[in-house]
């Protein structure tokens, strides 16, 4: 009788895992190793399959489109972590003073992140635009400048990883933003009161009680920030999409390189190779989060 009962809740366990397992097996965990098994070959989706062994991956490190398609990608990461978090932080910690209109200016906050992508990038390539844009029209304007001493920002070289860095963090800043508010929400008021009696002032009661409280908070999303961050692709697409360069080795990053090789240089079996890689720096970037998380705890 028991053993049946046993069975009868594992089963309606299972039967309410079930539904996200098949999902998750369907669309993610055969495709990966599909894609493992692919970077060993050679196949352009038409002609015979070819054993590559590891050719593909030794070809990755004399290919200098992959590197610079990294290095951009490590560039782009490096800048918009810490950004975004100071940013986020900030606009949290700043909305959850009992402020007239804070509910206002939260919605304001957040809804970059919830407006339509192409749409939002469609109106910033108009604000940055380098000839008619109002950005350079007030630098021009309050500075003197001259037009041709202006930044031309996604038009231009230097300019243009910065400017799909500022892009990111104004988009994405509200979102995380309303992480670290809950956070902060339940942080001990007890601990506050403490510190005060203590005779501490507001930035030190920030420093000692409520970054240590909110670590969770900010190490998820560190974690968040970082996997985004190597995973991008649509922002830098719908960015460049009308730039003069248009995604050439200045602004490729490494998802769209993988794009590039599969599915206009059908080489499947490289760009599964690619993807192999940038799969390992995501995990092991993860287990080395995960592994620093327990040491700070």
């Avoid at 610079?68 to 910690?93: E, K």
């Avoid at 990111?168 to 929400?185: C, F, H, P, S």
Wanted: hydrophobic share 55%.
């Amino acid at each position: 009788m028991k053993r049946s009962m046993k069975r009868q809740t594992a089963l309606i366990a299972y039967s309410f895992i079930a539904p996200n397992f098949i999902g998750f097996a369907i669309f993610t965990l055969i495709p990966l190793a599909f894609a493992l098994f692919l970077s060993f070959l050679n196949w352009d989706g038409a002609n015979p399959i070819q054993i590559a062994g590891l050719d593909n991956f030794i070809r990755l490190f004399t290919d200098p489109i992959f590197w610079r398609a990294m290095s951009n990608t490590i560039l782009y990461t490096i800048g918009v972590v810490p950004l975004t978090l100071i940013c986020a932080l900030f606009l949290a910690v700043l909305l959850n003073q009992k402020l007239k209109g804070r509910n206002f200016f939260r919605t304001v906050s957040f809804f970059p992140y919830v407006a339509s992508l192409v749409a939002v990038a469609a109106v910033w390539n108009f604000i940055f635009s380098p000839t008619f844009g109002p950005v350079n029209n007030l630098l021009s304007s309050l500075f003197n400048i001259p037009v041709e001493s202006l930044p031309r920002w996604a038009a231009d070289r230097f300019w243009a990883i910065p400017t799909v860095i500022f892009f990111t963090v104004w988009k994405n800043m509200g979102y995380y933003m309303v992480i670290y508010l809950a956070a902060l929400q339940g942080v001990n008021v007890e601990l506050y009161e403490a510190a005060n009696l203590d005779g501490t002032n507001a930035w030190q009661r920030f420093i000692h009680v409520t970054i240590p409280q909110i670590a969770p908070t900010t190490f998820f999303i560190l974690m968040m920030l970082i996997i985004s961050s190597f995973k991008v692709y649509d922002i830098f697409v719908n960015i460049f999409a009308g730039a003069d360069n248009q995604l050439t080795n200045t602004t490729r990053v490494l998802v769209y390189q993988i794009y590039n090789t599969a599915f206009r240089s059908l080489e499947y079996g490289y760009a599964s190779a690619m993807s192999m890689i940038l799969f390992i720096m995501v995990v092991g970037i993860t287990l080395v989060q995960f592994r620093l998380e327990k040491k700070i705890g």
